[in-house]
C-alpha cells in the first residue's frame, strides 16, 4: 500500500547567521496562520522541538506568511518550556511513578490534567495551558482540603507540585507576559488574542484573503470568462458534488515581481492611514484622494527602484491598491462579475470559504478563504458608511454597498451574539446601472408584448406590486419599471436600505428623492418608520411613489394614500408573495391593510425562479401579469378578482396573453384607456398601442443582437429611446390624427439606425 503523504513538512533554511523554518502548509486545509489556526500553532511547535531554535518562519502556501524574530522568539520560549517540562522535569512520567496507586481516582484525575496541558494545550494554545493550570491548582486545593485518606492527600500535593511547575515555567515567559492582564475569563480555544501577539508578513503582503490559486486536478472545466474586464473566472463540475467550483482570479495575482514589490511597499505605507467616518460619506471622494496618492506613492517607489513604470502600469496598480486599503478587497472582485447574484461569507471567518449565488450555475463555492483581520475592517467600515451601530446589543447591521463604476450591494452583516461563532456576511449584488425592459428581453425574463404592457400600465400610472420569491429579481424589475417613468415626473423612494438604483437615474437627469427609513428588522429609533415617512411623502408634492420593499405597517399608510387619491402618478413596489392570492394574504392578513384598502392594488406582477430538470439551473421568469379588479368583497381568488392578463407558458418558456388581454375585458386597461379620447371604445387601437410599445423595446434588443452593442440595452440609451417614441407619437399625431403603428417603427427605426452609427 502507497504511503500517504504528510499535509505538514519543513526545511530549514540558512541566509547568513539567520535560520529560518519554512512549513509546507500547501496541503492544509487550514489558513496558514499560526494566530488564527490552533492546528498550525501546534505543527510549527513541533517542528520547532524538533529543529531546534529559529529566528523565522515561513508557513508556503499560495503565497509566503511569515512571521519575524521577534514573534518567533515568543514561540521558541514555548518549545523551552515543552522540553523542560517532558524531558527535564519529565512531570507526566514522574507522577505516573510516584502518584498512590492506592488512590486510583486522584492518579486518573491528576494524569489525565497533565497529559491535557503538557501534550495537548501547551503546543496548541500555550495561553489555555496558562489558565487552565492556574484554574486546575485551585480546583486540586480545594479537592485536597477535602480529602481524608492521607495517601489521597499526598497524590493531591504532588499534583499541586507538577502544576506549580508548570505554572512558574509558564509565567516566566514573554507570550504571557504580554497579556497576562488580559486573561481574565479566558476561554479555551479562543484565538482572538493571538491575532494581538502575531501578524505575519505575506509576500506579497498587500492581500489578506486567501486564494486557492491551483485549479482542481479533478475538475471539469464547463465555463470561462473575464468580469470586469481583469478578472479570470472558470466555473468547474467536481466529480460527486451538486456545487459547481467558482475560481476565480483577481489581477493581483497575475502581475509580475516588480509589480509585487511596488504594492507590497506602497501598501505597507498606505495601511497606516485610517480614514476618518467622514470620509466614508462620500467613498467616491475618498477613493479618488487614495488614487492619487497611490500614484504619486508608485511612481517615487520606482524612481527610487530605477524601474520605469508606465501608465498603464500605475492605473492597474493604483487600482488594486484603492481596493486594497479603503475599499473591500476581493468582495469587489466579486462584485465586478454580473453573473453573480449573492455572496455568502460563514462564521468562523476563516475555516471555509466564500459561497456564491450565480445566474447559471446556482449555488457555487469558491476558490477565496476569506481572512479575519479583513472581515473585521469591512465590519467598521461598514458600520461608518451606514451610520448605524454594530455591538453586541446590536449584532445585525443591514446597510448598502456602492463601489463606482462596479455595482452596488445589500449587506447583511450579523456577529456575536446572534451568530455564535462569529461574523457573517450575506451580500445581495445590484447592478450599478438599473436593468431595463429591453435588457430583460435578452434574458427571456419576458417576452415583448409583456414588456409592452408593463410600459404602457407604468405610462396610465396604475399602483403595481411587484412580488416572488427571494432572490426572484425583485428589486430589478422594479428598477427597470423606474427606467420607464418620463423624466418629466418627479419620483420619490422609500427604503430602509438603499437598493433602488436612484443615484444613477439622478446622473442621468431625473428628479428624484431619496427617503432611507428605519429598518423593519433592526428599529433604528435615530431614523423615521417606513409608516412615516410614505405619509410625508404625500406632503413632498405630486410625484410617482416607489416602495422599494412593503414589508411591515407601512403597507397601511401606501394602501391609505392610494384609496383617497393622494398619488396621482403611477405607485410601484415589491413584496414577498409566490402569487397574487399569496400578496393578497400577505398584505390583509399579515400586515393588516383592510380588504378594501386592498383593491387599491391595479396590477400584481410575479417573477419567480424556474429550475431546469436536474435541479442545477435556475432561470428568472415573470410568470403572470394580474389585475385586481374591484367588484369582490371578500375573496378575490373565489370571487374572480384576480384576472391574469399574461401567463407564462412552461412549455413554450414565454409569456402568453389571455382572452381578457386580447379580447378587451381587461377594467384596468379600459380604465387607463378612458383618459385617451382615441382609445375610448375603440380596443383595437388600445391592444396596438401596447403591441407596438413590446415591438419597440424588441426593435432595441434586436439591434443590440445586429451590433453587439451592450450600451443600447443600458438605461442611458433606453431613457432616451422613450423620449424619442413618445415625441415621434406626439408628432406624428399631430400631422396625421393618430398615427398608425407601422409608420411610429418606422420612424423610431430610423433615428435608432442614425443614432447607432453617429455614437457608436
Same mark, same amino acid.
Given at each position: 500500500?502507497?504511503?500517504?503523504?504528510?499535509?505538514?513538512?519543513?526545511?530549514?533554511?540558512?541566509?547568513?547567521?539567520?535560520?529560518?523554518?519554512?512549513?509546507?502548509?500547501?496541503?492544509?486545509?487550514?489558513?496558514?496562520?499560526?494566530?488564527?489556526?490552533?492546528?498550525?500553532?501546534?505543527?510549527?511547535?513541533?517542528?520547532?522541538?524538533?529543529?531546534?531554535?529559529?529566528?523565522?518562519?515561513?508557513?508556503?502556501?499560495?503565497?509566503?506568511?511569515?512571521?519575524?524574530?521577534?514573534?518567533?522568539?515568543?514561540?521558541?520560549?514555548?518549545?523551552?518550556?515543552?522540553?523542560?517540562?517532558?524531558?527535564?522535569?519529565?512531570?507526566?512520567?514522574?507522577?505516573?511513578?510516584?502518584?498512590?496507586?492506592?488512590?486510583?481516582?486522584?492518579?486518573?484525575?491528576?494524569?489525565?490534567?497533565?497529559?491535557?496541558?503538557?501534550?495537548?494545550?501547551?503546543?496548541?494554545?500555550?495561553?489555555?495551558?496558562?489558565?487552565?493550570?492556574?484554574?486546575?491548582?485551585?480546583?486540586?486545593?480545594?479537592?485536597?482540603?477535602?480529602?481524608?485518606?492521607?495517601?489521597?492527600?499526598?497524590?493531591?500535593?504532588?499534583?499541586?507540585?507538577?502544576?506549580?511547575?508548570?505554572?512558574?515555567?509558564?509565567?516566566?515567559?514573554?507570550?504571557?507576559?504580554?497579556?497576562?492582564?488580559?486573561?481574565?475569563?479566558?476561554?479555551?480555544?479562543?484565538?482572538?488574542?493571538?491575532?494581538?501577539?502575531?501578524?505575519?508578513?505575506?509576500?506579497?503582503?498587500?492581500?489578506?484573503?486567501?486564494?486557492?490559486?491551483?485549479?482542481?486536478?479533478?475538475?471539469?472545466?464547463?465555463?470561462?470568462?473575464?468580469?470586469?474586464?481583469?478578472?479570470?473566472?472558470?466555473?468547474?463540475?467536481?466529480?460527486?458534488?451538486?456545487?459547481?467550483?467558482?475560481?476565480?482570479?483577481?489581477?493581483?495575482?497575475?502581475?509580475?515581481?516588480?509589480?509585487?514589490?511596488?504594492?507590497?511597499?506602497?501598501?505597507?505605507?498606505?495601511?497606516?492611514?485610517?480614514?476618518?467616518?467622514?470620509?466614508?460619506?462620500?467613498?467616491?471622494?475618498?477613493?479618488?484622494?487614495?488614487?492619487?496618492?497611490?500614484?504619486?506613492?508608485?511612481?517615487?517607489?520606482?524612481?527610487?527602484?530605477?524601474?520605469?513604470?508606465?501608465?498603464?502600469?500605475?492605473?492597474?496598480?493604483?487600482?488594486?491598491?484603492?481596493?486594497?486599503?479603503?475599499?473591500?478587497?476581493?468582495?469587489?472582485?466579486?462584485?465586478?462579475?454580473?453573473?453573480?447574484?449573492?455572496?455568502?461569507?460563514?462564521?468562523?471567518?476563516?475555516?471555509?470559504?466564500?459561497?456564491?449565488?450565480?445566474?447559471?450555475?446556482?449555488?457555487?463555492?469558491?476558490?477565496?478563504?476569506?481572512?479575519?483581520?479583513?472581515?473585521?475592517?469591512?465590519?467598521?467600515?461598514?458600520?461608518?458608511?451606514?451610520?448605524?451601530?454594530?455591538?453586541?446589543?446590536?449584532?445585525?447591521?443591514?446597510?448598502?454597498?456602492?463601489?463606482?463604476?462596479?455595482?452596488?450591494?445589500?449587506?447583511?452583516?450579523?456577529?456575536?451574539?446572534?451568530?455564535?461563532?462569529?461574523?457573517?456576511?450575506?451580500?445581495?449584488?445590484?447592478?450599478?446601472?438599473?436593468?431595463?425592459?429591453?435588457?430583460?428581453?435578452?434574458?427571456?425574463?419576458? &417576452?415583448?408584448? @409583456?414588456?409592452? *404592457?408593463?410600459?404602457?400600465?407604468?405610462? $396610465?400610472?396604475?399602483?403595481?406590486? #411587484? =412580488? %416572488? +420569491?427571494?432572490?426572484?429579481?425583485?428589486?430589478?424589475?422594479?428598477?427597470?419599471?423606474?427606467?420607464?417613468?418620463?423624466?418629466?415626473?418627479?419620483?420619490?423612494?422609500?427604503?430602509?436600505?438603499?437598493?433602488?438604483?436612484?443615484?444613477?437615474?439622478?446622473?442621468?437627469?431625473?428628479?428624484?428623492?431619496?427617503?432611507?427609513?428605519?429598518?423593519?428588522?433592526?428599529?433604528?429609533?435615530?431614523?423615521?418608520?417606513?409608516?412615516?415617512?410614505?405619509?410625508?411623502?404625500?406632503?413632498?408634492?405630486?410625484?410617482?411613489?416607489?416602495?422599494?420593499?412593503?414589508? &411591515?405597517?407601512? @403597507?397601511?399608510? *401606501?394602501?391609505?394614500?392610494?384609496?383617497? $387619491?393622494?398619488?396621482?402618478?403611477? #405607485? =410601484? %413596489? +415589491?413584496?414577498?408573495?409566490?402569487?397574487?392570492?399569496?400578496?393578497?394574504?400577505?398584505?390583509?392578513?399579515?400586515?393588516?391593510?383592510?380588504?378594501?384598502?386592498?383593491?387599491?392594488?391595479?396590477?400584481?406582477?410575479?417573477?419567480?425562479?424556474?429550475?431546469?430538470?436536474?435541479?442545477?439551473?435556475?432561470?428568472?421568469?415573470?410568470?403572470?401579469?394580474?389585475?385586481?379588479?374591484?367588484?369582490?368583497?371578500?375573496?378575490?381568488?373565489?370571487?374572480?378578482?384576480?384576472?391574469?392578463?399574461?401567463?407564462?407558458?412552461?412549455?413554450?418558456?414565454?409569456?402568453?396573453?389571455?382572452?381578457?388581454?386580447?379580447?378587451?375585458?381587461?377594467?384596468?386597461?379600459?380604465?387607463?384607456?378612458?383618459? #385617451?379620447?382615441?382609445?375610448?371604445?375603440?380596443?383595437?387601437?388600445?391592444?396596438?398601442?401596447?403591441?407596438?410599445?413590446?415591438?419597440?423595446?424588441?426593435?432595441?434588443?434586436?439591434?443590440?443582437?445586429?451590433?453587439?452593442?451592450?450600451?443600447?440595452?443600458?438605461?442611458?440609451?433606453?431613457?432616451?429611446?422613450?423620449?424619442?417614441?413618445?415625441?415621434?407619437?406626439?408628432?406624428?399625431?399631430?400631422?396625421?390624427?393618430?398615427?398608425?403603428?407601422?409608420?411610429?417603427?418606422?420612424?423610431?427605426?430610423?433615428?435608432?439606425?442614425?443614432?447607432?452609427?453617429?455614437?457608436?
Amino acid at each position: 500500500m502507497a504511503k500517504t503523504p504528510e499535509v505538514y513538512s519543513y526545511t530549514i533554511d540558512r541566509s547568513g547567521i539567520e535560520k529560518e523554518m519554512i512549513v509546507d502548509c500547501k496541503q492544509s486545509l487550514e489558513y496558514p496562520s499560526i494566530e488564527d489556526s490552533e492546528v498550525i500553532m501546534q505543527k510549527v511547535l513541533t517542528f520547532l522541538v524538533e529543529a531546534g531554535r529559529v529566528d523565522k518562519i515561513n508557513l508556503s502556501s499560495d503565497r509566503n506568511y511569515t512571521y519575524t524574530d521577534d514573534q518567533v522568539s515568543l514561540l521558541n520560549e514555548i518549545r523551552e518550556v515543552y522540553i523542560y517540562l517532558v524531558k527535564e522535569k519529565e512531570v507526566v512520567s514522574d507522577f505516573t511513578k510516584n502518584a498512590p496507586k492506592t488512590c486510583p481516582h486522584v492518579y486518573s484525575y491528576g494524569l489525565g490534567i497533565l497529559q491535557n496541558i503538557v501534550h495537548n494545550l501547551l503546543m496548541k494554545d500555550p495561553l489555555g495551558a496558562y489558565v487552565e493550570t492556574k484554574r486546575k491548582i485551585r480546583e486540586a486545593k480545594i479537592k485536597l482540603e477535602g480529602e481524608n485518606k492521607k495517601d489521597c492527600k499526598e497524590g493531591y500535593s504532588q499534583l499541586m507540585g507538577f502544576l506549580e511547575d508548570i505554572k512558574e515555567a509558564l509565567f516566566k515567559t514573554k507570550i504571557v507576559e504580554k497579556v497576562k492582564n488580559k486573561l481574565a475569563g479566558y476561554r479555551l480555544g479562543d484565538r482572538k488574542i493571538y491575532r494581538e501577539l502575531f501578524e505575519p508578513m505575506i509576500r506579497p503582503n498587500f492581500m489578506y484573503t486567501r486564494l486557492m490559486a491551483q485549479r482542481p486536478l479533478n475538475g471539469k472545466e464547463i465555463d470561462s470568462y473575464v468580469a470586469g474586464g481583469d478578472v479570470d473566472v472558470t466555473i468547474y463540475k467536481i466529480p460527486e458534488k451538486t456545487r459547481f467550483l467558482y475560481h476565480v482570479t483577481p489581477p493581483e495575482l497575475k502581475l509580475n515581481d516588480d509589480d509585487y514589490r511596488f504594492l507590497t511597499q506602497a501598501r505597507n505605507v498606505l495601511v497606516k492611514y485610517s480614514p476618518e467616518k467622514e470620509e466614508f460619506i462620500n467613498p467616491d471622494r475618498m477613493r479618488e484622494v487614495f488614487k492619487n496618492i497611490s500614484k504619486d506613492l508608485l511612481e517615487q517607489i520606482a524612481k527610487e527602484s530605477k524601474v520605469k513604470i508606465s501608465y498603464k502600469q500605475l492605473q492597474n496598480l493604483s487600482n488594486i491598491l484603492v481596493k486594497l486599503t479603503v475599499g473591500f478587497g476581493i468582495i469587489e472582485e466579486l462584485l465586478k462579475d454580473d453573473r453573480i447574484e449573492d455572496i455568502y461569507i460563514n462564521a468562523p471567518i476563516g475555516f471555509s470559504p466564500i459561497f456564491i449565488k450565480h445566474a447559471d450555475y446556482g449555488e457555487c463555492v469558491s476558490n477565496i478563504i476569506p481572512n479575519y483581520k479583513e472581515v473585521t475592517a469591512w465590519a467598521s467600515r461598514f458600520r461608518m458608511i451606514s451610520g448605524r451601530p454594530l455591538d453586541e446589543a446590536n449584532p445585525v447591521l443591514d446597510t448598502e454597498l456602492e463601489v463606482p463604476g462596479i455595482a452596488r450591494a445589500r449587506i447583511a452583516f450579523i456577529q456575536e451574539p446572534l451568530s455564535s461563532k462569529g461574523s457573517a456576511i450575506a451580500i445581495r449584488r445590484h447592478r450599478e446601472k438599473p436593468f431595463t425592459l429591453p435588457m430583460y428581453l435578452k434574458f427571456k425574463m419576458f &417576452s415583448p408584448l @409583456a414588456g409592452g *404592457l408593463l410600459w404602457f400600465l407604468i405610462d $396610465g400610472s396604475r399602483t403595481l406590486l #411587484v =412580488a %416572488g +420569491t427571494r432572490g426572484a429579481g425583485k428589486t430589478a424589475l422594479l428598477g427597470s419599471v423606474m427606467v420607464q417613468i418620463m423624466k418629466r415626473f418627479r419620483i420619490i423612494t422609500i427604503e430602509d436600505t438603499l437598493e433602488l438604483p436612484t443615484n444613477y437615474l439622478r446622473k442621468m437627469g431625473y428628479d428624484i428623492l431619496s427617503l432611507k427609513v428605519r429598518s423593519a428588522i433592526l428599529g433604528e429609533r435615530s431614523e423615521l418608520s417606513a409608516e412615516d415617512g410614505i405619509r410625508t411623502s404625500l406632503r413632498l408634492g405630486d410625484s410617482a411613489l416607489i416602495v422599494g420593499e412593503v414589508r &411591515s405597517t407601512e @403597507a397601511k399608510a *401606501l394602501y391609505e394614500s392610494m384609496r383617497v $387619491g393622494a398619488l396621482a402618478n403611477v #405607485v =410601484a %413596489g +415589491t413584496i414577498h408573495g409566490d402569487s397574487p392570492y399569496g400578496v393578497f394574504d400577505r398584505v390583509v392578513n399579515d400586515l393588516g391593510v383592510p380588504i378594501t384598502s386592498f383593491k387599491a392594488t391595479d396590477i400584481i406582477a410575479i417573477a419567480n425562479k424556474v429550475r431546469s430538470p436536474d435541479g442545477m439551473r435556475e432561470y428568472r421568469r415573470l410568470t403572470s401579469i394580474t389585475e385586481v379588479r374591484k367588484h369582490w368583497t371578500q375573496d378575490p381568488l373565489r370571487e374572480q378578482g384576480f384576472v391574469d392578463l399574461m401567463k407564462y407558458n412552461p412549455y413554450k418558456d414565454v409569456m402568453e396573453p389571455t382572452k381578457e388581454l386580447l379580447e378587451g375585458e381587461s377594467e384596468i386597461v379600459k380604465s387607463i384607456a378612458s383618459n #385617451v379620447k382615441e382609445w375610448i371604445g375603440n380596443w383595437d387601437r388600445v391592444l396596438a398601442n401596447i403591441k407596438l410599445r413590446g415591438d419597440i423595446l424588441k426593435m432595441i434588443y434586436d439591434y443590440h443582437e445586429k451590433t453587439g452593442k451592450q450600451e443600447i440595452l443600458e438605461a442611458d440609451f433606453v431613457t432616451r429611446s422613450n423620449d424619442v417614441f413618445h415625441r415621434i407619437f406626439e408628432k406624428l399625431q399631430e400631422e396625421t390624427g393618430y398615427p398608425e403603428p407601422k409608420d411610429v417603427k418606422t420612424e423610431f427605426e430610423k433615428w435608432l439606425r442614425q443614432k447607432i452609427k453617429k455614437e457608436m
